[in-house]
């Protein structure tokens, strides 16, 4: 909701068109469709065109061998960038603050995963997903829906401690209550880890990216005069060194 009305009060002076767009995820049943029905009317309240999907995300997520997590957030981007076709929109902008950033950062350090994970989620993809509110706090959010009287629904789903990330945010929780410096600083530490990303990634451009194109150019030329070699090249190379997560 926070980034919902931020975005639209945005809109006119940024030239924005906007749209608004829901994932069902199959998760939650009646409470899933009640929270459908709510950002629908909400995008309806502020004249704009609304768009959703279903996805059975479990299912997904047994096809594919991913974690019920892994599985949801794969779907949902599916449907979201489906979405964004359909509106003709740029951009994909989802609601991820900077309380999620440090999640994905402890989460990333008790899988024992490299640079890419634990700086967290990018502000800008190169599929068009962009995060707007990484720099903004959980608290803050709230904040701003108290102060303009805007009503949010809570995922039941948050409860739910057999998901990694549900137990991250109920330690992180603990940890503002208890000693908010230590959070402030994991905050920090989270954003000099993106800072390192970013820098990696305009080195792999600059300096590698060219180097793997001049090779794909390159490669039929090379396997016609190598007898024997495999008819489909694979590159050693195929992104940068610290992709999107």
């Not at 230590?182 to 305009?202: K, T």
């Not at 300096?207 to 694979?234: D, E, F």
């Amino acid at each position: 909701m926070a980034l919902l009305y931020a975005a639209r009060e945005l809109a006119d002076a940024a030239g924005w068109q906007l749209s608004v767009g829901y994932v069902h995820h199959g998760w939650r049943g009646s409470e899933a469709d009640r929270d459908l029905s709510f950002v629908a009317e909400h995008a309806r309240r502020l004249g704009l065109p609304f768009f959703s999907r279903r996805r059975d995300t479990r299912r997904h997520a047994r096809t594919a061998r991913l974690s019920p997590e892994a599985g949801a957030r794969d779907a949902r981007y599916a449907a979201l960038a489906e979405m964004a076709r359909e509106a003709q929109a740029l951009r994909i902008a989802t609601a991820h603050q900077r309380d999620d950033r440090t999640e994905s950062f402890l989460m990333a350090l008790e899988r024992g995963t490299g640079l890419a994970a634990a700086a967290g989620p990018k502000e800008w993809r190169e599929d068009g997903v962009v995060r707007p509110l990484l720099a903004v706090s959980r608290p803050e959010v709230l904040d701003f829906l108290r102060r303009r009287g805007i009503t949010y629904r809570r995922d039941s789903t948050n409860g739910d401690l057999s998901l990694q990330r549900n137990r991250v945010r109920r330690a992180l929780a603990r940890l503002a209550r208890t000693r908010p410096e230590a959070l402030e600083a994991l905050a920090g530490e989270v954003e000099r880890l993106d800072g390192q990303r970013r820098r990696l990634d305009l080195e792999y451009q600059a300096r590698v990216q060219p180097h793997v194109a001049r090779t794909q150019r390159y490669w039929p030329t090379v396997r016609r005069r190598l007898p024997g070699m495999p008819s489909k090249k694979r590159p050693v190379l195929s992104r940068g060194p610290a992709g999107p997560p």
